[in-house]
């Protein structure tokens, strides 16, 4: 069956602008979550949403915000971007127990100039 | 806040030898799992551990839980240079994860 799919995998942006990053979660999974992941702060968690909701979030701005559509598909948005945005954004899908796991998508690689 | 330590951060091993990766968790939590990631890729999952005393075993690494000391290890037996790459652990936490700070590790010939 098809994996996480993430796109686009590689961005370049200014700083100032927004930019949304899209993840497809594996067929019938219904959590998608996602992480940043820089080498001096790791993977740190942004947020989670299952169902069109968004159930956790960590301690990120409000300049980053996401959502989830009827088809599990997720977006996530940063606005008036910051040279420290530049990062490997990572999306995980998993069912509804995370019993199983979580599937990772290859990311997008923001760069922010 | 939950953390997660992980330890050591920087492994260098011989091919051939044994080694154990430790990562301890500040809050009780009955979920716990172990990925790699090669560089420049994603992360891939190699274990999920449910339950206190879990043991799970895939090729040459090992890994296993004990809740009640909040202490998962990642074992690796006879290292080969195709497992050199970053392991991280994560706890499970309010419906998702929260990550260790992973440990880089480089198995030399």
């Known amino acids: 069956k098809a994996g996480v799919t993430q796109t686009p995998r590689y961005l370049i942006k200014t700083r100032g602008q927004q930019v949304t990053l899209s993840c497809s979660p594996i067929s019938g999974h219904r959590s998608v979550s996602w992480y940043q992941q820089t080498p001096g702060q790791g993977l740190q968690f942004l947020f989670e949403y299952f169902s069109e909701t968004q159930r956790n979030k960590g301690n990120f701005p409000g300049r980053f915000s996401g959502r989830q559509f009827s088809n599990s598909r997720s977006e996530m948005n940063v606005s008036t971007l910051e040279l420290g945005d530049s990062a490997l954004y990572l999306c995980a899908s998993s069912s509804s127990t995370p019993n199983y796991g979580y599937t990772f998508g290859s990311g997008t690689r923001l760069t922010v100039v | 806040e939950l953390k997660v330590e992980q330890n050591p951060l920087f492994l260098s091993m011989q091919e051939g030898k044994n080694y154990t990766i430790y990562c301890n968790y500040s809050t009780t939590s009955d979920r716990l799992y172990w990925y790699r990631q090669d560089p420049g890729k994603s992360l891939e999952s190699l274990f999920v551990?449910?339950?206190?005393?879990a043991v799970k075993q895939e090729g040459r690494l090992m890994a296993s839980l004990d809740t009640k000391a909040r202490l998962s290890t990642l074992h690796i037996t006879a290292a080969v240079h195709d497992l050199s790459a970053t392991y991280f652990c994560?706890?499970?936490?309010?419906?998702?994860?929260?990550f260790g700070a992973g440990t880089r590790l480089t198995v030399k010939p």
């Open positions: 551990l449910l339950s206190n005393g």
């Open positions: 994560a706890v499970g936490w309010n419906n998702d994860m929260r």
